[in-house]
């Protein structure tokens, strides 16, 4: 150690000194004394100085190390309790080291300068030299774990050298004890038979009773290599608890009961489905448990058939690439269309609101809605852009109808209009950061949402009134059969039954795609309010020019993966062409999946369609997109459209090769 030290210590001042005594024998050959003599003093003078100034340097260091010794020394025998090691910060080259940190890593004090990288590799002192006392990563010597500790001097010398030592403290039992706490947390999930009346539907109670036996020794047989608990609650619903030790084999194994239990069928061929909510890292059990209700919330409104696993901050989604089947309930519709009369004839003003760019879905729904107010004789307005929609022909002629001239609002209007008695009613999205105001949003407490898109893992909460089916093929879909339950015939205009078809029209690409039995019956039920599918033909009518755009973005798209059809464009479009030009994709034959790029502003946006297997919602998901397995979009912000459609290939091939 003292050899090192005196090299940190001495500054390499021999050679200066050297140069000096050379002037004064140059001088002294010359003749000349006096300067002979002068030059000779001031040497002696500063080299006196150099060795005094060196000592006490020295001196100032050794009393450091000393401190930093005795710090250490546990008993009276002098042995140090924690390794300690002394280095030079910028070059990591070990000063001093104590015996403990010897024996430990095998660092033996030679002439040789040695790295403390050589003796611990990986390990970087980059913390140490931003001023933090504790290392963020352990040091791992053999097979115990360190934490690390450090401070920092600086040496008295010429360079103003920064010194560092570090403490290596042995936790390697309270290591193994938190893992071991970590691994033992419980996993609280619930398993849930989607379809169960769907299965039983018209079966004698012998079949039931084949029935439950088979689903029970399915998912008996699954929960049984994970050493858990497993406790039937209802007809369709158990608990099973197990430990997180198991819970990284499950999703590698990505829950295998998803697929297993489809192989049990009814007698009319109807495979069984399931949904798992898993709560993982609750602080009791009660709260574990509340995770995975809110779990299994969001499997069935992502259309179940799937797995959710909710911890403190994130929900994460395994499964669900199936179609979703429609499992609705009439009931829930005349309950919540109950509930929200009752909510608006509380209300003093009633904002309604859909997504941003609001299309004839939207704002179909949206006109559905007020139709209530109207029939409870509240006050209503329709926040939305004037501008920025997808909706500008029906929205001109709801203006021109006498009870919604003044109707449509702007976000900023509604937010002065507000007050403690106001409500809002979200409707064709889910997702906080699509609606139209935000501001408004947060600043209405009583607020419902009406809508047919798969839950992402950010939305709107908490609501007063939540009508979220994503079995339905469009949110007017949803609101018509509100009307249905809650107001006469005589008391929808032939505007809003038109407004609703348009809705569903659109979404349903004309009843060709995400249709159902429910369906046609709304479709028949606005029929006869007045809807004419031949006026709603004519609002989504495109002028010639518009035409001829779309078919140039048919024309750029390319092949992928055989059935994929993309087009990236490098120049802004509408919304609504690019819509339509993914939906035309899809009548190429052999196209299942099509996606539209295109850039807007700092953002790129995507349109996504699919007639097959793939889910376009799942694709889109990674990118910060939702929507439902056939129809989804994307605004990709603060990024080209090369890396954008570089992400979406990326996703596709996730997609596939899971």
Known sequence: MNRKLDRLLKPGMGVYFFVMAAFCAAALLEGCYWLAAVETTVTLVVFMLYIMNRNRRGRQLQRYIQSVSNTLEATSQGDSPLPAVLIRLGDGV???????????????????????????????????ESGKTESPQDATLGARRYRVYGTTVRAEDSRGTMLGVLYFSDLTELYQIRDEYIRSRPVISIILIDNYEELTKNLTESAISNMNARLNDTITQWTD????????????????IFEKRDLQRAVDDKFSLLESIHEITNPSGLPASISIGLGVDGGNFEEGYDFA????????????????????????????????????????SRVTANSLMELIGQSGHVFVMGHKNADLDAVGAAMGVCCLCRKKGKKFSIVIDLEKNAAPKLISQI????????????????????????????VDTNRPDQVECKPLLEAITKVCVIDHHRRAADYINPVVVNFHEPYASSTAELVTEL????????????????????????????????????????????RRLGADTTEVKLLLQNDFQDTMTKYQIIKSSRLYRQEIAIAALNNPTSRILAAQAADELLNISGITASFVLYPDGDQVIISARSIGSANVQMILEPLGGGGNTATAGAQVKNATVKDTLDRLVESIDRFYEE
């Open 94 to 128: 070990i000063i001093w080291a104590n015996h403990r940190f010897s024996e430990l890593t095998g660092y033996a004090d030679t002439m040789m300068e040695q790295q403390l990288e050589e003796v611990l590799p990986d390990f970087a002192l980059d913390w140490l």
């Open 225 to 240: 290599g994970y050493h858990g608990l497993l406790r039937k609650l209802e007809r369709n619903r158990f608990l099973f």
């Open 293 to 332: 209700a809110l779990s299994i919330e969001m499997a069935l409104s992502r259309g179940g058939d799937q797995a959710v696993v909710k911890d403190r901050f994130n929900f994460s989604f395994y499964g669900g690439r199936n179609r979703e089947a429609d499992y609705r309930s009439k009931v829930r």
């Open 483 to 526: 009307l249905q339950y809650a107001v006469e015939k005589n008391d929808v205009l032939p505007i809003e039954a038109k407004s609703l078809m348009a809705g569903i029209c659109l979404d349903t690409k004309f009843f060709n795609v995400r249709t159902g039995e429910r369906t046609f019956e709304a479709a028949a039920s606005l």
């Open 399 to 426: 203006q021109a109808e006498p009870q919604y001239r003044d109707c449509f609002i702007s976000g900023q209007d509604a937010l002065l209009m507000a007050d403690n008695r106001s409500i809002l009613i979200v």
